[in-house]
């Protein structure tokens, strides 16, 4: 990276951010009271107003089903819809439209692939080459090809800098390498992959290509024949375009040779009950009714993008990289994760100092109005190959500003600044316990605070009722999280570990020593959310007997005040995993008893969560 102060970068702009911005309506929306500020394009981008006229113009004045419609509406319909296959020939290069496959995105697309010309190519001892850098949609496809042919995944590294080793890649082609699927940009760090190097080496070793270009397409020029590519997939909304729709390129050839992927109307081209023969390209890859107002609004979004300029809005998305690459390295306490030297608009990074989960740093931005993604962003190979459980990324569009990149940093750094000695180390309490060897401390785990869960539920019900508004109740949240006693480190075992979490969760229980049946439990989580959620759950079930626990309709009552709606789909299968874990812990003392009673052995504690 080229060193240049933020100024020289604001004084430069490449593109009118601002006229821009004001063809996006949802830019001018408040989030928590705070305007908007939207950089989490790498995982849909917002969509200008005439993409959603264009939609809504096609249901209002032109649908109708297309293909075999007699009337003038279903020729109209047929021709819009085959105006955009050829609007998005044309802006990938493709050398027809009917190379161009509608498909409901990326991930069908590669699925198409893998499982079309999967089955008609791979066979046992060949090989598919993928990278460290894959998306889930660019490997579990292929595993599962891989899987149903006995062919084998081999797998490109990357450096610490988050590039592909290209001297591995190259000796890792041999010829049983039948084909190449990679990303053109990693939707996690960035990276801008040489894919044309890529395809020109898989070439020679006799290979085809896939390439990943739903982090690409938006950001720069495609050229599938000047790249010699294969296949190329990618996605609409990620490209200002309507979800739903996305495109598989293909070689004719290639298409031609592959068997259909789905049955159905409109892929054939004749059927009796003995035999079926199929449509020509593209239709024989279009089963069934297509997303007629996708293609349409995905079109609209080519025309807008172009006309708005792809060499411009990339230029306006590297100096925005840069100015938020020189911000967030500034703030102490801040890694940025992937330095690639060639890098499209995403900025990923942890907070070590102090160590901040990601979720929290997420929670935390979203009240200023600030939207990133947090997570392992479905790359759970790279993030092993990072060392990490997950990160926090930016990604960049076309109306995004330098002031944005300033009020992340800001936000960033006074959040890093609040965080600073924050929590409170209270899980291990020096005191000697009966049955314990002398000096071992003894481990707190929290009483019942009321007489059931049902009692325990009305008292946080109240609460949640007096704050006002779900700002306050997550304020809330996070101030239980932070008060709540922290696990020591000894109970933080793989046995204890609650898988189903977005974050990291433990979840320690044991029978208290004079009862039978009362169950307490410690847990603890690198998200200060989910630490607020496990303090909710501790109100409600720690010191409870197994018996009331499981009489206790956990989810019903997480409905009732609320939280299902208002707690992301991640958070929410997280505290359906822990809620399940003490139940089934809840389960086991309840068996125990009974076998124990039916003995009347001693009520000695049972460790649950370590039988
Ligand atoms: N590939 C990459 C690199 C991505 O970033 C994504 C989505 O984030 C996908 C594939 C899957 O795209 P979709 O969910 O639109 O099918």
Excluded at 395 to 414: K, M, P, Q, R
């Amino acid at each position: 990276m080229t060193a240049s102060s933020p100024l020289d970068v604001v004084q430069r702009p490449a593109l009118d951010a601002a006229a821009i911005r004001v063809q996006f309506p949802i830019l001018r929306t408040c989030v928590h009271g705070q305007p908007l500020v939207y950089l989490d394009n790498a995982a849909s981008a917002q969509k200008p107003d005439r993409v959603v006229d264009a939609v809504a113009d096609y249901y209002l004045r032109q649908h109708a089903n297309i293909h075999r419609g007699a009337y003038q509406l279903s020729i109209t319909a047929t021709r819009l819809h085959e105006e955009a296959r050829a609007c998005v020939a044309r802006f990938i290069n493709a050398a027809e439209p009917a190379e161009c496959i509608f498909t409901r995105g990326t991930t069908e697309s590669i699925n198409l692939v893998a499982a079309s010309w999967g089955k008609a190519n791979l066979r046992p001892g060949d090989e598919i080459i993928l990278s460290e850098l894959e998306h889930h949609s660019n490997i579990v496809p292929w595993q599962m090809a891989a899987q149903a042919s006995e062919a084998r995944i081999r797998v490109i590294p990357i450096d610490d800098a988050g590039e592909l080793r290209l001297d591995v890649y190259r000796q890792l082609l041999s010829p049983r390498t039948r084909l190449v699927a990679v990303t053109q940009v990693s939707n996690a760090l960035g990276t801008v992959n040489p894919v044309q190097e890529i395809i020109s080496a898989a070439h020679a070793a006799g290979a085809l290509v896939l390439i990943d270009g739903a982090q690409w397409v938006a950001h720069g020029r495609t050229d599938v024949q000047a790249l010699d590519a294969d296949f190329y997939a990618f996605s609409g909304h990620k490209l200002y375009g309507p979800t739903g729709i996305g495109v598989l390129y293909g070689k004719r050839r290639l298409l031609e040779a592959m068997p259909p992927y789905q049955g159905g109307g409109d892929m054939i081209e004749r059927v009796t009950f003995a035999h079926t023969t199929y449509a020509e390209l593209p239709n024989k890859f279009e089963a069934g009714t297509p997303h007629i107002a996708g293609a349409v609004g995905l079109a609209a979004a080519i025309d807008w993008l172009c006309a708005a300029g792809l060499e411009a809005a990339a230029t306006h998305e590297a100096l925005l990289l840069r100015h938020a690459t020189q911000r967030l390295s500034a703030i102490p306490g801040i890694e940025i994760k992937g330095t690639a030297r060639n890098k499209a608009g995403v900025l990923s990074w942890v907070v070590t100092d102090p160590p901040m989960g990601t979720l929290d740093i997420g929670v935390a931005l979203d009240f200023k109005g600030i939207c990133i993604r947090t997570g392992h962003h479905c790359c759970q190979p790279l993030m092993d190959r990072l060392g990490l459980a997950s990160t926090a990324r930016a990604s960049f569009g076309v109306y995004n500003t330098i002031a944005e990149v300033d009020c992340l940093a800001a936000e960033l750094a006074a959040i890093i600044d609040a965080g600073r000695g924050q929590r409170v180390s209270v899980g291990a309490v020096p005191a000697p316990a009966a049955g314990r060897p002398t000096g071992a401390p003894e481990i707190l785990y929290p009483g019942a605070e009321a007489e059931s869960p049902a009692a325990a539920a009305e008292l946080i019900r109240e609460v949640f009722e007096l704050l006002p508004d779900w700002s306050m109740r997550y304020q809330h949240l996070m101030g239980l999280g932070a008060r709540l006693p922290v696990m020591p480190e000894t109970l933080k075992t793989p046995a204890n570990f609650v898988s189903g979490c977005q974050s990291l969760v433990h979840l320690d229980a044991r029978v208290r020593s004079d009862s039978t049946d009362i169950l307490e439990f410690l847990a603890d989580s690198d998200a200060a959310i989910v630490r607020g959620l496990i303090a909710l759950l501790q109100q409600l079930f720690s010191g409870q007997s197994a018996t009331t626990i499981l009489a206790f309709n956990a989810q019903a009552f997480f409905g009732q005040i609320g939280l299902d709606e208002h707690l992301s789909l991640g958070r929410r299968n997280g505290l359906a995993a822990m809620v399940q874990r003490l139940r089934q812990l809840a389960s086991r003392v309840v068996g125990q008893r009974g076998v124990r009673d039916l003995e009347a052995a001693s009520p000695a504690a049972v460790h649950c969560s370590h039988t």
